[in-house]
């Protein structure tokens, strides 16, 4: 295994929590597209991601080419940050870059009638109680309909933790300091534990 790899089962699962938003790729004879969007992962008993939740806006032109090209990439990035060599008491250490990368290779699943739930669920997951979409009233039923939900199936994934696991106690307890209480920093400390 790869120092760099996620060291706990759900790490990949809580990335995806902590960034929500993805990036996700199709490409087909007009080349590549992209559009980020807000996911929310589904995951097995080990903690692993097997799918991915999300929903299109109907006006974007990504959806038709996603439909007739269902198989995608989405990529989640971040935290991440630039590591000066003044931050590290070492004379002969060299600037690098931390960051968290997971990437799935996917097959979309369009949910027609699913939208409701999707965007509940997402609701739910950034807001808790604070908000419910009842709230919106009939805009919410005006805007739901502008919407075609998904479910995207993992068929291979890969991610890359580079958190400093290759430093030495000193050098990474200096990065710590410097950076302070960030999210990279608290990313670090977790792939460190």
């Known amino acids: 295994m790869s120092r760099f790899a996620p060291r706990h089962p759900g790490d990949v699962a809580d990335m995806i929590r902590e960034e929500v938003l993805g990036l996700v790729t199709t490409h087909d004879d007009q080349g590549f597209i992209t559009t980020p969007l807000p996911l929310l992962a589904e995951v097995d008993e080990a903690g692993e991601v097997q799918a991915l939740i999300g929903h299109f806006a109907s006006a974007n032109p990504h959806l038709a080419r996603a439909q007739a090209m269902p198989r995608a990439q989405v990529s989640f990035f971040g935290p991440h940050g630039y590591i000066s060599p003044s931050m590290v008491s070492k004379p002969d250490w060299g600037p690098t870059w931390n960051y968290r990368l997971a990437q799935f290779e996917v097959d979309i699943l369009f949910q027609p009638g699913g939208e409701d739930a999707a965007i509940r669920a997402l609701a739910q997951a950034l807001e808790g109680d604070r908000w419910q979409v009842e709230r919106m009233g009939p805009r919410y039923a005006q805007l739901a309909a502008h919407v075609v939900a998904f479910r995207a199936v993992v068929v291979r994934s890969s991610a ?29 400390r977790a792939q460190r534990d």
């Open 160 to 188: 890359r933790f580079k958190l400093g696991q290759d430093e030495s106690d000193t050098s990474f307890g200096e990065i710590l300091a410097a950076l302070g209480d960030v999210p990279l920093a608290r990313a670090m």
